[in-house]
């Protein structure tokens, strides 16, 4: 069974610019996970999708980060525009079907703000 | 204060040791809970869950004490493959899921 897919791996940009992450989850999976890591912390949620539908986007800063999964598969997770706090590790991570609630993490994309 | 509170460590123990962390939440209406392992540099992945009536798997041993709110996970017969961050996650009926900072534990020859 493949696991989570994310893109890119790695990613510098400059403070101001935009940048946008892509995840595919794990086949059948209905739930949808962003998480942000920073160094030497746990992985922070912002945002959780059931199916296409929010669940849980209380912790997202909305005025510069916005996440979609329009059909209900893959998400996409933009910042715009980034400040140099928001380098760190963004996580997918999905759930559901016979792996319950376990949570399923991608590799991550490892964010650079210079 | 926190959500989810672990220990800080590091802990740094030779090989055969016994470790404990210990992570304790806040949340009462928080209804599961597990453990996650994570590697440096690599993605979290989940250990064990947490059972009411405590649980083991192998080497490993994790306890709830859902009155104190208190969850604690036991390593016996530390290998050097042990060493990781090791994360506490609780879990609302909700559905939302809230990570510890971690505990990182490296094992000595």
Known sequence: EAGVAQSPRYKIIEKRQSVAFWCNPISGHATLYWYQQILGQGPKLLIQ???NGVVDDSQLPKDRFSAERL???DSTLKIQPAKLEDSAVYLCASSGGQGGNEQFFGPG???TVL | RKEVEQDPGPFNVPEGATVAFNCTYSNSASQSFFWYR???RKEPKLLMSVYSSGNEDGRFT???NRASQYISLLIRDSKLSDS??????????AGKSTFGDGTTLTVKP
């Open chain 2, 84 to 93: 990781a961050t090791y994360l506490c996650v609780v879990r609302t009926n």
């Open chain 1, 49 to 51: 999708f059931q199916n």
């Open chain 1, 71 to 73: 059909k209900g598969v």
């Open chain 1, 109 to 111: 994309t490892r964010l």
């Open chain 2, 62 to 64: 994790a306890q709830l």
């Open chain 2, 38 to 40: 994570q590697d440096c």
